[in-house]
T-cell receptor
Framework: SQTIHQWPATLVQPVGSPLSLECTVEGTSNPNLYWYRQAAGRGLQLLFYSVGIGQISSEVPQNLSASRPQDRQFILSSKKLLLSDSGFYLC??????????FGPGTRLTVT | DQQVKQNSPSLSVQEGRISILNCDYTNSMFDYFLWYKKYPAEGPTFLISISSIKDKNEDGRFTVFLNKSAKHLSLHIVPSQPGDSAVYFCAASAGTSGTYKYIFGTGTRLKVLA
């Protein structure tokens, strides 16, 4: 069966510090991968998606970037965090265009 | 422009009764829809899907109805249980986009009262 891991589970970072969140998927190959953010009291906002190694599409121009160095690894980064980057970050995978399966999420607080 | 709308931010239902969660969309190109349940501080859990070639899909206590002419879908939970208390999101995608992107609604918080 397929599983998706995210770490860390929680993170508190000062404004201006860098960020690296990691997501890995097990039990499948060549998945589509996604990064979402849920701000407090808001819905899920798609940040990035990837259909293959090195292929990244950005949905929202902002302070973040994503990379896919390996087939089942997806990384969300920032060089300098802003207060507005606080939120709940979710990684997801899918087979083609059908159901997406989410990881447990990372709670990021920028202070 | 919010292409997928869940106009009810919250809903309370008595245990054993039916819960009906609604979702409206504006893009007529959307042809595949998903419903998710989300508990606080956890990732969303996939519940049920429906393709635009159908108007109904059932899975146990969960049924999703799609009205393409009204651009409206609903999730019915029967009977509702206290463990169903969570935030429910609908999501939609357009197959013609070729990008596998889903647009999510803002969610409806369901509270099932014992």
């Amino acid at each position: 069966s397929q599983t998706i891991h995210q770490w860390p589970a929680t993170l508190v970072q000062p404004v201006g510090s860098p960020l690296s969140l990691e997501c890995t998927v097990e039990g499948t190959s060549n998945p589509n991968l996604y990064w979402y953010r849920q701000a407090a009291g808001r819905g899920l906002q798609l940040l990035f998606y990837s259909v293959g190694i090195g292929q990244i599409s950005s949905e929202v121009p902002q302070n973040l970037s994503a990379s896919r160095p390996q087939d089942r690894q997806f990384i969300l980064s920032s060089k300098k965090l802003l207060l507005s980057d606080s939120g709940f970050y979710l990684c997801a995978w899918s087979r083609g265009r059908y159901e997406q399966y989410f990881g447990p999420g990372t709670r990021l607080t920028v202070t | 422009d919010q292409q997928v709308k869940q106009n009810s931010p919250s809903l309370s239902v008595q245990e054993g009764r039916i819960s009906i969660l609604n979702c409206d969309y504006t893009n007529s190109m959307f042809d595949y829809f998903l419903w998710y349940k989300k508990y606080p501080a956890e990732g969303p859990t996939f519940l049920i899907s429906i393709s635009s070639i159908k108007d109904k899909n059932e899975d146990g206590r969960f049924t999703v109805f799609l009205n393409k002419s009204a651009k409206h879908l609903s999730l019915h939970i029967v009977p509702s249980q206290p463990g169903d208390s969570a935030v429910y999101f609908c999501a939609a995608s357009a197959g013609t986009s070729g990008t596998y992107k889903y647009i999510f609604g803002t969610g409806t918080r369901l509270k099932v009262l014992a």
